[in-house]
């Protein structure tokens, strides 16, 4: 769903920093012969996820849902010299396309793929982080985030993706839709939690950071 028209999002783009060329192959190559292209995060928010993760400075960055990797990759370049990002994903299939482009990379020593259930994996990483960015299966996000919030250093961001569902949130809710039922109470959650303080960012699909305190 486009919140704003697609002449405003395209000059956006022209007025933001230049999608390096790695990403942008990438995201040729997503779109070639990936399914559900759309699932990218592509060259608006990823410049943002850059843009935070440089401000951030991380140490250690967890991403629960990988994709292809383009996200992962635009996270990488705040890292400091001896950082580190987790990567999550069920979907075997593109763990070796995955690895293809964090390879081409400055970071693919820094880049660690897990594959199988966040739920089962999160509990198994024994470090704190600085940045998070949850952008996988919609209905776990309450869960992930109960996971997380004990492994996040003070002052770490947490950043999730699709917050707006294509504008969903703002429906009579269907019997049958739980994604977008958790959405909602996710949201809600993020808004009241005294752990963290938190903004809403019509970035795409909605982006929200959420700053542990």
Excluded at 92 to 107: A, N, P, T, V
Excluded at 160 to 170: A, F, P
Aim: hydrophobic share 40%; with cysteine.
């Amino acid at each position: 769903m486009h919140f704003i028209s697609q002449e405003l999002e395209e000059y956006i783009e022209q007025h933001s920093e230049k999608e390096p060329e790695l990403l942008a192959a990438l995201n040729k190559e997503t779109y070639q012969k990936i399914l559900l292209p759309r699932m990218l995060s592509g060259h608006f928010q990823g410049r943002v996820l850059s843009m935070l993760s440089k401000l951030i400075r991380p140490v250690n960055i967890l991403e629960i849902g990988t994709y292809t990797g383009y996200s992962a990759l635009c996270l990488c370049e705040g890292m400091q010299e001896n950082s580190m990002l987790h990567t999550i994903d069920i979907k075997e299939e593109l763990f070796d396309f995955q690895r293809k482009y964090f390879d081409k990379s400055s970071w693919g020593n820094q880049i660690v793929q897990h594959l199988g259930e966040a739920i089962d994996i999160i509990p198994t990483l024994n470090l704190k982080f600085d940045l998070v960015f949850i952008d996988a299966d919609k209905e776990n996000y309450i869960n992930y985030f109960e996971l997380i919030v004990p492994k996040m250093n003070k002052g770490g961001i947490i950043l999730s993706d699709n917050v707006l569902w294509s504008g969903k949130i703002l429906d009579p809710l269907q019997p049958n839709d739980l994604s977008t039922k958790v959405l909602m109470e996710y949201n809600l959650l993020l808004k009241n939690d005294p752990r963290v303080e938190t903004v809403l960012l019509p970035i795409r699909d909605g982006l929200t950071v959420s700053r542990i305190l």
